[in-house]
């Protein structure tokens, strides 16, 4: 998907999301440190993943995950879209297979999108 489907300035999302705590392992390419995070929102586009790290837009980042209901491990690479410091990272998939979004489709067709904090 090009960059230019992913518009950070538009409230509107072009993909839903759902909440989803998966094991979640984060690799950032060319440098070597662990990244502390917790569960992500995930669509097929990409996720949003809670950690205080603070990466660059453009980073590109190797996640790893396991969806329960389905039973399958998604690999892909993905690219730091916007980061909000000290809360997390928006991402999106530049290489994720079919399966693996197929699997996600699945996945996410079982769970019930997250309804908004009420403050």
């Known amino acids: ?11 509107v999302r072009q993909h839903k999301r759902y909440r989803y705590p998966p094991e979640l392992m984060v690799t950032y390419e060319g440098v070597n440190k662990q990244i502390h995070l917790s569960g992500p929102e ?22 790893q995950f396991r969806l ?22 928006g991402v999106e998939f530049i290489d994720l297979s079919a399966a693996a979004r ?11 999108e997250p309804q908004p904090s009420k403050k």
């Open 1 to 11: 998907m090009s960059s230019q489907t992913w518009e950070k300035s538009n409230p």
């Open 42 to 63: 995930i669509s097929v586009h990409g996720m949003f993943i809670n950690t205080p790290a603070i990466l660059p837009e453009g980073a590109v980042l190797k996640v």
């Open 68 to 89: 329960a209901r389905v039973n399958f491990e998604v690999v892909a690479r993905c690219e730091v879209r916007y980061c909000l410091a000290g809360v997390g990272v």
């Open 102 to 112: 197929n699997a996600i489709d699945q996945e996410m067709a079982h769970r019930p």
